[in-house]
């Protein structure tokens, strides 16, 4: 990659960001890349100044050819949007921290059966991982509890 050219303006604005430190994933160590770049260091000596792979270099200098300032913030992931509503989610939730019903024969719940008896029982649909998962998600170990 060829040492990229910065006017006035664009040098100005990397450097305001700097902040004394090595890579830590932040805006000032992409922006230091930059510079250091446009200085005509290598991607693999600035990949050893800031202690990261050149892989991030070249991606960082990459979405700064790109996007400008505004590509050294990371972007948030869009994500797909939740199967199961939050309202669902409080329902497991809730029911997760009580004692199972006596016709269930349980003495406490697992993943696999609270995802039986929500399918059964209240025709919520949901498997033993999406449960188990919630259930890290919130600190929860039913089978570790004291139900109430």
């Not at 450097?15 to 230091?32: H, N």
Request: charged share 25%; no cysteine.
């Amino acid at each position: 990659m060829d040492a990229m050219e910065l006017t006035n303006e664009d040098r100005a604005s990397l450097e305001a960001l700097l902040r004394p430190a090595g890579y830590d994933g932040s805006v000032s160590a992409r922006a230091q890349m930059v510079l250091w770049q446009a200085d005509g260091r290598s991607v693999a000596e600035i990949a050893q100044m800031s202690g990261t792979s050149k892989q991030t270099v070249y991606t960082w200098l990459g979405r700064y050819q790109v996007y400008g300032v505004d590509g050294l913030v990371s972007r948030v992931p869009t994500g797909r949007p939740r199967d199961i509503s939050d309202e669902v989610r409080s329902q497991i939730l809730a029911l997760s921290q009580q004692t199972p019903p006596d016709e269930t024969g349980l003495s406490h719940w697992s993943s696999r059966e609270m995802a039986r008896y929500l399918k059964q029982r209240l025709g919520i649909s949901v498997s033993h991982n999406f449960v188990a998962s919630l259930w890290r998600e919130h600190d929860l170990q039913p089978h570790r509890q004291r139900n109430v």
